[in-house]
């Protein structure tokens, strides 16, 4: 997959691209109805034998459009996105800079730089995407703004439990730790990558050694407290449980929370090395204890609960 940057104005020229058929819009999560948009839109493309695209945006818009929005934790962060468009089979991924000059164009203007500018024959999105400034254009629009030289699909709503699938409920899911939910929702477990840092080095003392993950600011986590996890790591998947909070019992001054991952029967040094983590379950609220041997007590506890959880 061909991924390109764009920015308004872009400088490509029609004539030097592929007809291709987009899918377009946000996709953050890339869940279940994301995925039937940008499905529609590689089967459209296989169909019709062109290319297949993917229009997305970064950063998220209330960054630029709403002044109590500094930064945007994201379900997918965009490199997360690219993988999972890669595995999706798309031909190119446009990433669109939303800042203030595309914020104010026009529809009209929109459609001709970034769709028919573009050379897409067929757009596919969701029926509530919008676009132009103050989101003027949408689906009702959209037959006029062509003008003839594309044609368009919009995919109705997606619902899972009769509810809507969407990046509001997977957000509020996370919020409540039910990443088990959340798995059956995007039609994967959520995960996060990470590069093993040095830590305390505590775990060791205590019988549970772990892996302290830094990850990128830009992920959305889930809520603090101890899951079952699988870690995949140089194309192997292993077992396993994370904390993800403040370890309250050793420290108190701790103001963002740390990723710590106790890996089943596993000894290998993983300094400096990147891991998937896959949130499977949670397990437990974060706790405060009174000793190092109370902890103990409850992390055996931990690690009982969750190889049953895998032996499922």
Known sequence: MQTVMLTYPHTLQVDELPETVAAIGFFDGVHKGHQQVIQTAADKARARNMES??????PHPSVVLRKDVHHVQYITPLREKQEILQRLDIDRLYVITFDKTLSALEPQAFIDHFIIGLNIKHLVAGFDFSYGHKGRGNVHTIEEHARGLFTFTA????????EKVSSTRIRELLHHGLVHQV??????PLSIRGIVKEGDKRGRTIGYPTANLDVTKDALLPKVGVYAVKVLYEGEVHKGMASLGYNPTFTDDRKE???EVNIFDYSNDLYGEELILEWHRFIRDEEKFDSAAELVKKIEDDERRIRDFFRQ
Do not use: Q
């Open 257 to 259: 929370p740390i990723i």
């Open 53 to 58: 695209a993917v229009i997305t945006f970064h």
């Open 183 to 188: 798995h059956s929702l995007l039609g994967r």
């Open 155 to 162: 995919i109705g709503e997606v619902k899972r439990d009769g």
